[in-house]
């Protein structure tokens, strides 16, 4: 129930105006104050400056919007020889000219400005009608006046200013938090496999996007790096050669150099019962000798004509790395004046085919028949195509891609300049 009478009210209709807030009360003797501490009304500035820090202040104050138009115009209206600080700069029209040219109510005008005089942007000035009498054979000097007090912002501009500085910070930093967070949950998200996980993942980012309070931002944020540390470490012991994260199958530590030897693990990787077989027999050296036209040579080798192809293109890293941003993400280079080496994005080529479905031993075909180069390539070109294109997996795609390199059948030339423009399409 609504109690109607209490003794503020009773007091306000004895006095005929409401009391002030503590924290008014406490505005308004530091106004009082710091008005006895400068000698003077207040110190000199200047309309225009007064005008732009309260506009650049009043976004980050708890005052509603009209009443922030509400002291605007107060503003507007006041002289510019009332900031000299040899008088106080009052505002004088009534609310029934406010009202029409504001468009608000009487009664909501009253409001608004019990507001401001809370928030310690204004002061009431005298009582009665008000008005506003000025000596303009003395620079416009105000000599009588009853209405609004605007001398506080001009005594607080510097805190006025500091307030909004420091909320621009706070804004920046928000925003750089969440910017992190974004990206922390959408590399989460490409390594997670785990439904379970993904759904926290992604409350981590709501909470990262919809929070205003930067510790907790932060908290989100920490707790989504450690996520990916996580899954970063599962990833490298689940694909790392015989227990060794050191190894990789882009880089074989015995890479054969002979076409005997060339021959042999072929015949290892394909047939193990028959490669024993050979290297039990005697003859094992004549029937690689029989099979020599068979075996793949150094000199033909498709890896040296790929890497031509590649460099008849002059195709660099850092063009594929802008063509195909995943393949950058996974080689963590987030900076577009970088320029990344092949080196660099052999391992991330790796790790984006698995996440493609490409087997380890298609992968070290790969790298073995087409070269590291031209591997890195062939998984950009997979990753710059949509699913619709591949008719079945993308491990087989890639599995022919080798098998067509074995046959001398593969030109990167096109498939390079199609991704070329296929890319440009899409970034501009």
């Given at each position: 129930m609504r109690v109607w009478k209490s003794s503020d009210t009773e007091a306000a209709a004895k006095r005929g105006r409401r009391l002030l807030s503590d924290d008014a009360k406490a505005m308004r003797g530091k106004i009082l104050c710091a008005r006895h501490e400068a000698d003077r009304h207040f110190p000199a500035t200047t309309r225009a400056k007064v005008l732009a820090v309260w506009t650049e202040a009043s976004y980050y104050l708890d005052l509603s919007d009209k009443a922030v138009r509400y002291l605007t115009y107060m503003l507007q209206e006041s002289e510019p020889e009332d900031w000299s600080g040899r008088w106080l700069p009052i505002f004088g029209r009534s609310n029934n000219d406010l009202s029409e040219i504001l468009g608000v109510g009487t009664t909501q005008l009253k409001t608004l400005a019990r507001e401001l005089i809370e928030a310690g942007l204004i002061l009431p000035h005298g009582d009665g009608r008000r008005y506003v009498r000025r000596d303009y054979r003395d620079s416009g000097r105000i000599t009588h006046a009853v209405g609004f007090d605007l001398s506080p912002l001009a005594i607080r501009i510097e805190e006025l200013s500091q307030i909004a500085k420091d909320r621009k910070a706070l804004e920046r930093s928000i925003k750089r938090l969440r910017r992190e967070a974004r990206h922390e949950a959408s590399e989460c998200l490409a390594l997670c496999v785990e439904p379970a996980q993904a759904q926290q993942i992604r409350d981590l980012g709501q909470?990262?996007?919809?929070?205003?309070?930067?510790?907790?931002?932060?908290?989100?944020?920490?707790?989504?790096?450690?996520?990916?540390?996580?899954?970063?470490?599962?990833?490298?012991?689940?694909?790392?050669?015989?227990?060794?994260?050191?190894?990789?199958?882009?880089?074989?530590?015995?890479?054969?150099?002979?076409?005997?030897?060339?021959?042999?693990?072929?015949?290892?990787?394909?047939?193990?019962?028959?490669?024993?077989?050979?290297?039990?027999?005697?003859?094992?050296?004549?029937?690689?000798?029989?099979?020599?036209?068979?075996?793949?040579?150094?000199?033909?080798?498709?890896?040296?004509?790929?890497?031509?192809?590649?460099?008849?293109?002059?195709?660099?890293?850092?063009?594929?790395?802008?063509?195909?941003?995943?393949?950058?993400?996974?080689?963590?280079?987030?900076?577009?004046?970088?320029?990344?080496?092949?080196?660099?994005?052999?391992?991330?080529?790796?790790?984006?085919?698995?996440?493609?479905?490409?087997?380890?031993?298609?992968?070290?075909?790969?790298?073995?028949?087409?070269?590291?180069?031209?591997?890195?390539?062939?998984?950009?070109?997979?990753?710059?195509?949509?699913?619709?294109?591949?008719?079945?997996?993308?491990?087989?795609?890639?599995?022919?891609?080798?098998?067509?390199?074995?046959?001398?059948?593969?030109?990167?030339?096109?498939?390079?300049?199609?991704?070329?423009d296929r890319c440009s399409v899409v970034m501009h």
């Open positions: 909470v990262a996007k919809s929070a205003r309070d930067p510790a907790a931002i932060q908290a989100a944020l920490s707790r989504l790096q450690a996520i990916r540390i996580d899954l970063d470490e599962e990833l490298a012991c689940e694909y790392a050669a015989n227990n060794d994260p050191e190894r990789s199958v882009s880089r074989p530590s015995i890479i054969p150099t002979t076409p005997l030897s060339l021959e042999k693990t072929v015949t290892i990787e394909r047939s193990p019962n028959r490669a024993s077989h050979i290297a039990a027999s005697d003859d094992a050296p004549n029937r690689a000798g029989e099979k020599k036209e068979d075996a793949p040579s150094l000199s033909a080798a498709p890896s040296a004509l790929l890497d031509e192809a590649i460099k008849d293109a002059r195709l660099t890293p850092r063009e594929l790395i802008r063509l195909v941003p995943v393949l950058a993400s996974y080689a963590g280079i987030y900076d577009t004046d970088a320029r990344p080496t092949w080196a660099s994005l052999l391992d991330a080529a790796e790790r984006l085919s698995v996440r493609m479905g490409v087997s380890r031993d298609a992968w070290a075909s790969g790298c073995m028949v087409l070269g590291r180069k031209a591997a890195v390539v062939a998984v950009a070109l997979m990753a710059s195509r949509t699913d619709e294109h591949y008719q079945y997996t993308k491990g087989g795609y890639f599995r022919g891609i080798v098998r067509a390199a074995e046959g001398g059948a593969l030109n990167l030339l096109p498939s390079i300049y199609g991704m070329r």
